[in-house]
Structures are given as C-alpha cells and as structure tokens.
C-alpha cells in the first residue's frame, strides 16, 4: 500500500452528485434550443407505405418533421453492423463475409421491431414535439412477427431480410472439433444440458439523451450525450455524417451508467444532430422511460445446448457448445465481434480440459436490437459451463464442490494455456474456493438446512470458482500537466460513466508526483481537450487507461530530471526522485517537483508531456462466488440468505471503489437470476416487459449484506499490476444462484430450473416433481 494507492479515499465526484450539481445531458441547456420527439412504430414487423407528414408540419411551435427521405436527401448513411477492416470485419466459418444488417437512423421501407423510429418532429418546446408527433399518420402493411428462436427458425417463419433468404445471420465456430469428437466418444461419461441467458433491459439510471449543435461557418457539428468513449463516439458519427471525423466534436457530460450498451451510435444522436444543422438551432432529445424499454439496446439473449465429456475417474476431458444468440431486428454495431471475442475463449473457465469446440449461430427476430451488457460473453460463457458442472455432479452423484475442486487448473501449472486459447496468468482458484466456503460458513450449513426443514423451508447452497477475462481496445493516450503552483491535470482517453476515474486516477498520479490527489483534476470526454481515446469497456480502465496515465507521469518525471538537474547545477543521473522531490545522491541538495515546474512554466515551457501505453494482452481477473438461499415451497419464494464474492483483481488502487464494483456487479447478477427477464408476446412480438411494474430490477429488501474478500495476486502484465474488476460481479453468479435454488429443489427431484428462477417458476418445478418425491420423505 501507498501513499494514496491502496487507500479507501472517499470519490471526489460524489460531492457534486449528491448535492444536485451534477450536470447531466439533460440539465445542458444552450441558447434557442429546440426539443427532438421521436415517432415510432407501434408494430414490430411491417412495410411502411406512407407517411403522412403535414399535420405535424403545420402544427403550433413545430420547427421540422424529418423522415428517411429527407437523412438520405442529406447524404446521411446507415449506422452500420460492420466495418470493413479488421478487427470489426467478420466472416462466417465457411469464409463467407457476415450479412450486413445495418439499421438507418430512421426506417426506410420496413420496421423490424416495435418502438423502431419512423420520424423526428422538432418543435420549440417538449409539449408541441409531443403533440405534433401524434399527429405523424404512417401507413403500415403489417407483416407476420417474428418474437423468438424458435418461430424465427421455423419453417414457415417470416423472412425478416428478405434478401437474406432466411433468419440466420451468421455462423462461428472455433476449437478443435475432430479432436473433441474423439475424447467424446472415448469418455466414460457425457453430460448434457440445455439452458437459457434470458434477454434483458439495461435500465441507465440516466435515461438516454443528447443535445447537437451545428457550426454553419465551420461546418462542424457538436454532440453533448452520455457515452463510453467520446472518440468512438466520433468516429461512428463521422461515418454516418459522411463527414470527416474532426467535422464532429463528442463531448461526454455527467453519465448515470453506460454497462456496454452506451457504447454504440444511437439513431437518436444522428437524428438531433442533422435537426440542428438543416435547423441552424441547437436541438436537445432525452428518452423517456418507456421509450428507453424498447430503443435502448437489450443485452443477453441466448440458447445453449453444452456437453462435457468426463473420464472414469471424474475428469474434465471435453466441452462443447453450441449457442443460438437472438440478437433482434438488426446486428447492432460490433455486437457481433464482441460476443465472439468473449464468449468462446472463457467456455472452459477455471477447469483443464484437453480440448473444446464451440459454435454460434445468430438469430433475426422482431425484437429490439442486441448490444453488449456487463461481462458479455463471458458472463454467458460462465453461466453454461457452471450449470453443466453441476449436472454432471448430480449425473455422477459426487459432491459438485469436490468435482470442482479435482479439475481446477493448479498454481504450479501456470500460466497455463487453455483449451480455447488463452494463456492464463498467476491464479489460486483451490484458494478462492476455500476462502469463499470459508466465508460462507459451508462448512455448518447442514445445520441450518436442519433448522430450515424444522420450519417447513427448504435451504439450497452453491459455489463457483470463475476467471475472466478483462480484455478492451489494448492502447490509450494520457496527458499529464503540472502548473507552477503544484496543480496537476490529467488528460485520459479512457471514459468515466459513473465509476470513479476522476478519484482513483488522481491516486495513481499523486502517488507518482508526490502531489495531493485532492489537487489533480483529471479531464476526459471530450474530443477536443483529448486527441484519443478508446473509452471505458471490457473491465479495461484502470488496467490500460491507468497504466497509460503511470506511463505518461513517469515520462513526465524524466522531463522534470533533466530541468532539476540544471537547476542544481548536477548531472541527472546523480538526483534520485522520491515523493514529489529530486535530491542530490548523498546530500541534502533538492528541488521539488512542484519548484521545477514553476521554473519551466518561468522559462515559458511548461512541464507537460503525453504518452501512450499498449497492453501485450488481456487480464485475467479471478475469484468464487458463493449462495445460500431459503425457499418457502408453498409459495415458491426464494429469498437470498448469503452471497460471498472472493476475487483477485489484482492491485487494488482504491478498495472501496472495488467493492462498490463488486457489490453492483453482483447485484445485476443477481437480478438476471431472480428477477430479469425481458417477455414479448408471443404472436405480435410487442414488449410486455415495458415498465418497471413488468420488468423487476432487484431491489435493496431482496438482498442480504453482500460479503467481499479482496485477496489481490499483483499482475505482471501491466504497471500497476492490476487485473481489472468492472465485470467480476456478474461472472457465475447467475448460476450459483440457480444452483443453489437446485439444491434445495433437489429433495423434490427437481434438476433443472430455468433463470430467472422467480417463486413462479419455483413453485411450478416443485408442483410438477411432486407426484413422484414429497420433501424430507
């Protein structure tokens, strides 16, 4: 522990926030600003024949009502699915180049899921933008909807791109598969199970905005909206501008949340900003909540079928999968690469096996597209290799733990090189495991099982090891300033949302300059002040964006050597740097940092460098969860008794910013077990889901007091020696829950439960086995 690395400092950001001065896209307000309301399609699967615009047109306070005609009248292009350069360029596994179905801004000739936008009315204020918007008449021809897997690969399904000939979009696979196939049928035992990810809604707790600006005189537009990285921002609004990129400034206000999903170009975005420049006004949209139920992009939704083959002595051998991934109306941008990036190199976890094969087909429906959300893929990936571990427990009638335990990779084999391609760094899966029993008391849970049954419950308890990967764009740009009087500013291409960077960057800054981290302002999401950036994603920030910001204040530190060398009249080499002092080796002789910084700000040069840094690969991030959960069988009711969460992110800068990461990537792990699931009807595809009375996010009451244990192995991969720890929360948990729910059902017979496992689906499973077991019989 450091001076200020290691140390628990309270966020700096929080000040503001909780004193309501936060600002917002929402709270930005410019001169003349217009309101942008969206018009959208009530049906999920159509032909758009007409739209009838003049109602709207000539309605009080309206400005412009905007169709498709008028974006491609403007040259403006399609949000597209891919780009035509690696790594975004993808193929199927027959060669074949990946379809493109890219979604325009505003629909062209078909709508493909309800809530899709089919024009933008722009009036003076909110209330005439809402009231000309119900005057917009389309004319539709509705199409047969197609809501789920199955009906989309159904014979007589409708097509959803005709020109596609089909709903099969793509086809990806890896791993060895004549090599599996063999282990497979030499095996003394195959397990098989199928399960289920459901689709779920981000929910931001800052609902989408966006507020554009257009320079007519500099031709150059301007978008104010909430983001994971205001340079891809940029660059994607440039592509469909049609525009060169520095014609588009991207800056990134106060974020209530960005998951994954707040990293791709919105229609939304595109639309403000051509509003603003055919109008010569500002022009400000913001989401309301229904409509962020079915334009925010969903995340999740997935099918599985897995197989693990076991020698005769309980050894992990092979695993297959096979995924079925329903990715909505359009393949949202990059969504496809990062599932592929991050799914199939994690389908093996913690575990040795021999070798894997694993295949994704993805799925066309009627339904909202498909994004990234908080541990994609491999949040998937763990999901379906701990749900088949415990099957193969239950199939070999062997304790799940200790079948764990007997095929987790050893500390003495690392790095060990996975079978799905990956090179594991230091781990101590057998250690988490232990911790995380330990913490959770396994070792008397028969006891309160006993006391549970005493009272007519049920008691069920799981535990999972895991590793992830925290993986992101590799480079990241850092700028680092220090003025005469000892302030200090960081520029950083990596994007905050909410999660502390301009606290725990400022730790690591301080600690390198011996400055006060109160005293460094930390500056990023906007492409002006930052020339580059890759944002904040994939669990990357601290471990790329502050090895970046270590890298550039060391650079800095050697700028600053050579100017202390010739204030004290000694050659550099003979100063040694610590704590924000150079002092002359042997001597009591120095200058502080601060000192040389006012003499070169004095000289008219300032102390300011900038410097870039690129990881040689991914983190792998570790730990174990483990559930205990209580069920009442008359009702089905499933009420969380204890949830431990053990992890190794490596170095800790700011412990109780990691926990607070934990402890919400928990719970949304938890939410997608117990509580989330996204529903459409089955015939029209219209989100049944589409408020909060039907979509349930886990509240405060469902939960008990989340135990962490940090036990950080410093990384050797990266300056600081962090693994990374955004996404660790949601890695297994989901299926310790249902394992754990599976325990206790297991008095019952019951042996598979789909998630979310609600007291619903709970007391429908203990229905459905009674007429073959009664509990505690």
């Not at 690969?153 to 890896?174: F, K, M, Q, V, Y």
């Not at 098989?192 to 150059?220: C, H, K, L, N, Q």
């Not at 009087?485 to 300059?513: K, N, S």
């Not at 077990?673 to 459409?680: D, G, L």
Request: aromatic letters at 8%; charged letters at 20%; a negative charge.
């Amino acid at each position: 522990m450091g001076e200020f690395i290691g140390q628990p400092l309270p966020r700096f950001e929080d000040e503001r926030f909780i004193t309501g001065a936060g600002n917002f896209t929402d709270d930005i307000v410019h001169g003349e600003q217009a309101t942008a309301v969206m018009v959208r399609s009530p049906h999920a699967h159509a032909e758009i024949v007409a739209i009838e615009t003049d109602a709207a047109r000539s309605a009080t306070g309206v400005l412009g009502v905007y169709t498709s005609a008028d974006l491609l009248a403007a040259g403006i292009c399609e949000i597209s699915s891919f780009t035509r350069t690696p790594p975004y360029q993808m193929f199927n596994a027959d060669g074949s180049e990946m379809p493109d179905a890219s979604q325009y801004p505003l629909a062209r000739e078909r709508v493909r899921y309800s809530g899709e936008s089919v024009a933008v009315v722009v009036a003076e204020t909110p209330a005439a933008a809402r009231d000309a918007a119900d005057l917009v008449s389309v004319e539709y021809r509705v199409l047969p909807a197609v809501p789920s897997i199955d009906t989309a690969l159904s014979d007589d399904a409708e097509i959803i791109w005709p020109e596609l000939g089909g709903n099969r979009s793509c086809h990806w696979e890896t791993g060895d598969e004549g090599a599996v196939a063999a282990l497979f049928e030499g095996a003394a035992h195959v397990v098989e199970t199928t399960v289920s990810f459901p689709r779920r809604i981000i929910a931001f707790m800052e609902p989408r905005a966006a507020v554009a600006r257009y320079d007519a005189e500099g031709g150059r537009y301007t978008l104010q909206a909430g983001c994971q990285c205001a340079h891809w921002m940029q660059d994607g609004l440039a592509l469909v501008l049609n525009v060169a990129k520095d014609s588009v400034r991207v800056i990134v206000p106060d974020t209530g949340g960005g998951f994954g999903t707040r990293a791709i170009v919105y229609p939304e975005f595109v639309c403000a900003l051509f509003a603003a420049r055919t109008l010569g006004r500002p022009v400000r949209w913001t989401a309301e909540r229904s409509e962020s139920f079915v334009s925010d992009a969903h995340a999740r939704s997935q099918r599985t079928r897995a197989q693990l083959a076991l020698d005769g002595a309980g050894n992990f051998m092979a695993i297959r999968a096979e995924v079925t991934w329903c990715h909505g109306g359009y393949i949202a941008p990059r969504s496809v690469f990062v599932v592929l990036a991050a799914m199939p190199p994690m389908i093996c976890g913690p575990y040795r096996f021999k070798a894997q094969h694993f295949l994704l087909e993805g799925v066309f429906s009627n339904t909202t597209p498909i994004a990234s959300f908080r541990g994609v893929g491999r949040s998937e990936a763990g999901y379906v290799l701990e749900r088949l571990v415990e099957a193969a427990a239950h199939k070999l009638g062997v304790d799940a733990t200790g079948l764990r335990r007997q095929n987790l990779i050893a500390p003495g084999d690392m790095p060990y090189a996975s079978a799905a391609g990956l090179e594991y760094e230091r781990a101590f899966f057998e250690d988490n495991l232990d911790i995380a029993l330990d913490a959770a008391d396994a070792e008397n849970f028969a006891g309160r099982q006993a006391h549970a049954k005493a009272n007519n419950l049920l008691r069920g308890f799981a535990v999972s090891p895991y590793i992830i990967t925290s993986g992101g764009v590799p480079d990241e740009f850092a700028a680092v300033e220090m003025d005469g009087a000892g302030g200090v500013v960081v520029h950083t291409g990596t994007q905050d949302f909410g999660m502390g960077h301009e606290t725990v960057f400022a730790q690591v800054a301080g600690e390198l300059l011996g400055t006060d981290p109160g005293n460094i302002r930390v500056v990023f999401g906007d492409t002006d002040k930052v020339p580059y950036g890759q944002g904040g994603h994939g669990s990357r920030c601290m471990r790329i964006g502050g090895s970046t910001i270590a890298k550039a204040c060391e650079t800095l530190i050697a700028k600053a050597r050579d100017l202390a060398g010739d204030a004290l009249e000694v050659s550099p080499r003979d100063l040694v740097y610590r704590s924000g002092e150079f002092t002359v080796e042997g001597t009591d002789r120095r200058i502080s940092l601060a000192d040389v910084a006012a003499k070169a700000e004095v000289a008219g040069t300032p102390l300011t460098v900038s410097d870039t840094y690129e990881a040689s690969g991914p983190g792998f991030p570790n730990g174990a969860h483990a559930v205990e959960v209580e069920i009442d069988p008359d009702t089905g009711t499933v009420t969380l008794v204890n949830v431990v969460s053990v992890v190794d992110p490596g170095r800790v800068i700011n412990p109780m910013l990691v926990e607070g990461q934990l402890h919400g990537g928990v719970v949304q792990g938890i939410g997608e077990a117990m509580h989330e699931r996204v529903v459409y009807d089955a015939d029209s595809a219209q989100l049944l889901s589409g408020s909060f009375l039907d979509f349930t996010l886990p509240r405060a009451d469902d939960l008990p007091d989340i135990t962490t244990r940090l036990e950080p192995q410093f990384s050797d991969a990266n300056p600081l020696g962090v693994k990374g720890v955004g996404e660790m929360g949601t890695m297994v948990i989901q299926a310790v829950v249902a394992n754990a729910v599976l325990d206790a059902l297991s008095v019952y017979g019951v042996s598979e439960i789909d998630i979310p496992v609600t007291s619903e689906g709970v007391w429908r499973a203990i229905r459905e086995a009674q007429g073959t077991s009664t509990p505690y019989a």
